[in-house]
């Protein structure tokens, strides 16, 4: 049975009172940004054009009850050309945030940045340009050497997981498919047993997961497609909450407090028809919209979309907000990072709540997690 959402508004301070409801999720996560940065100078400099996560931001997060960390990078660095050995002073970087985070008994989420692209041109159309488009200019065999060298790095640590691709767009759905396909297969050919998140085309949107258009099949028919030899694979799905689901407004669709839910729905019923299991990988709403003013709703609307996915926890693993990481600036509508430091700053108004919903101190091994559908009852959230 489903618990009901409960979000009261105090009566003097005006403030917002969670009750959280349904199964403890796996997962409770953040985005570190800062290695998918200077996407237009690539491979660019460090510490100019790019940078990593520090250790202060995982200790901070974690302080908060965090317990997985996503972790964009950009194919490019990693791999300066297609089918070469990884860059050995990048992987160093990112082997030391994975090896700090994971020591502390955090997950980390690899995922390459590319939007299904490798050195796109004109850099600035890293999102559309058909030039270094996974699929034509770019062999998905290449993908495939890509995800082997990374699984061959990191299949010894069970903490580690593998998005496969951030938020491929502008492709054709089947052409995905069959790249997705292969680096599972590649992975899986290592020998890693690590846990594979899996998103769908037109940016793994949640609320367009039936659509289908010029790019082909609908993510709802093409993503039954995908195959796992150890079906130890989530699909991976972003949701963004402003008119046109972008992010890039800090408008609430229509002021409608149950936006996660009329945007996560669809999405949620065809995974349980499924038997499929999901991460939501990137959402926010910003810091704008928390407060007592008249239209401030994000206080509501981000506990309601807590709850929804705690209440489906038969679907959902787990969530990482949008985004934190050393370079964003303190004025970036997402900012979760803590005003004045992560030592003695003072919290940004949506990490009350993401404290509130966060996972299990102890998270079990991802690649044990894809197949359990462990009932509500014995997964109850901590008060």
């Not at 691709?165 to 992975?187: G, K, L």
């Not at 099949?217 to 150890?230: E, F, G, H, Q, T």
Request: charged residues 15%; aromatic residues 12%.
């Amino acid at each position: 049975m489903r618990c009901s959402v409960a979000v009261l508004a105090a009566s003097l301070a005006g403030m917002v009172t969670v009750q959280p409801a349904g199964a403890v999720l796996f997962y409770a996560g953040m985005n570190l940004s800062g290695a998918e940065f200077g996407q237009t100078s690539l491979p660019g400099i460090f510490g100019t054009h790019y940078t990593y996560p520090t250790n202060a931001e995982v200790d901070y997060y974690q302080r908060k009850g965090l317990n997985t960390f996503r972790i964009p990078i950009r194919w490019e660095r990693l791999q300066r050309s297609l089918n070469a050995p990884l860059d050995a002073t990048e992987q160093g970087r990112l082997t030391a945030f994975v090896n700090y985070a994971t020591s502390k008994g955090a997950t980390v989420i690899i995922e390459p940045h590319n939007f299904c692209r490798y050195y796109p041109l004109p850099a600035s159309n890293f999102q559309t340009s058909t030039v270094g488009l996974l699929g034509s200019d770019v062999p998905i065999s290449a993908f495939a050497d890509f995800w082997s060298r990374v699984a061959n790095v990191y299949k010894g640590n069970p903490k580690v997981s593998f998005n496969l691709m951030n938020e491929p767009a502008n492709i054709n759905t089947d052409v995905w498919i069959s790249a997705a396909n292969s680096a599972i297969t590649a992975i899986r050919n290592t020998g890693a047993t690590n846990q594979i998140q899996v998103p769908g085309n037109r940016y793994t949107g949640a609320w367009t997961w039936n659509n289908s258009d010029q790019w082909g099949r609908s993510n709802a028919a093409a993503m039954l497609d995908i195959v796992d030899p150890l079906n130890s694979t989530l699909i991976e799905v972003h949701q963004y909450f402003d008119n046109d689901g972008s992010g890039t407004s800090p408008t609430i669709g229509g002021n409608n407090v149950n936006i996660g839910a009329a945007r996560l729905g669809a999405f949620t019923t065809w995974a349980r028809t499924h038997r499929k299991k999901a991460f939501l990988g990137e959402f926010a709403f910003a810091n704008s919209m928390f407060g007592t003013a008249p239209g401030q709703i994000g206080d509501e609307a981000l506990v309601n979309t807590l709850n929804y996915l705690a209440a489906n926890s038969d679907v959902w693993t787990g969530w990482a907000w949008w985004g934190g990481g050393p370079w964003w600036p303190s004025d970036y509508l997402f900012n979760p990072n803590p005003i004045g430091g992560y030592t003695n700053g003072v919290d940004r108004p949506m990490m009350q709540y993401l404290t509130r919903f966060a996972g299990p101190a102890v998270v079990p091994e991802p690649s044990a997690l894809a197949w359990l559908a462990l009932p509500a009852m014995l997964l109850r959230r901590r008060r």
